[in-house]
């Protein structure tokens, strides 16, 4: 078992870019066959899935935010990163990183972002 | 983009109920399918994947079934803990990686 630990700013305005760490403990994000993902809670609601970063370095966004969308990984740091361009209002959740060497066994804790300005 | 389904929004029960979620997928996704516990203020828990096997440490009475597009967790006898929001998620092979809308297991 992993641990995770989100950071980054709980504020971003609007039309700026929203960029969150993930920092990955008892484990490398280079172990092979290992998917790390982000998942976001909009407030009260379910969960979205954003997209992954394969320990390769291979990556898939979803669909709808795929154009605004980067992951990448830092193994230097073991740490693997998200970055969301031209936020707005509706990107205001409840981030999670989460890894995993098919399905999400492991979660951090998740940071709140709020957009506003 | 896979879309699930899950039934009901919400089951209001008692300790010592017996639980049944559904989890419907718009296609097959074979047997590739987790279930997630989340209680308020926490991250989800991954109970069940592939269907139908445990995560480490989640307790017996916690059984997943199903393949294809029909899916159901059953918790066999409620416990206080159990009282919460299941989400289904799809790990077929082409992502998105969607997730269900959730049910909510609450007191009766």
């Known amino acids: 078992q992993v641990q995770l630990q989100e950071s980054g700013p709980g504020l971003v305005k609007p039309s700026q870019t929203l960029s969150l760490t993930c920092t990955v403990s008892?484990?490398?994000?280079?172990?092979?066959?290992?998917?790390w993902t982000w998942i976001r809670q909009h407030p009260g609601k379910g969960l979205e899935w954003i997209g992954y970063i394969y320990y390769s370095g291979t990556t898939y966004y979803t669909p709808s935010l795929q154009s605004r969308v980067t992951m990448s990984l830092d193994t230097s740091k073991n740490q693997f990163s998200l970055r969301l361009t031209s936020v707005t209002a509706a990107d205001t959740a409840l981030y999670f990183c989460?890894?995993?060497?098919?399905?999400?066994?492991?979660w951090g804790q998740g940071t709140l972002v709020t957009v506003s300005s | 983009e896979i879309v699930l389904t899950q039934s009901p929004a919400t089951l209001s029960l008692s300790p010592g109920d017996r639980a049944t979620l559904s989890c419907r997928a718009s296609?097959?996704?074979?047997?590739?399918l987790a279930w997630f516990q989340q209680k308020p203020g926490q991250a989800p828990r991954l109970l069940i994947y592939?269907?139908?096997l445990r995560a480490t440490g989640i307790p017996a009475r916690f059984r997943g079934s199903g393949s294809g597009t029909d899916f159901t967790l059953t918790i066999s006898s409620l416990e206080p803990e159990d009282f919460a929001v299941y989400y289904c998620q799809q790990r077929s092979n082409w992502p998105p990686f969607t997730f269900g809308p959730g049910t909510k297991v609450d007191f009766k």
């Open positions: 592939d269907a139908s």
């Open positions: 989460a890894g995993g060497t098919y399905y999400d066994e492991d």
């Open positions: 008892g484990g490398s994000v280079r172990s092979g066959g290992w998917y």
């Open positions: 296609q097959s996704i074979d047997k590739y």
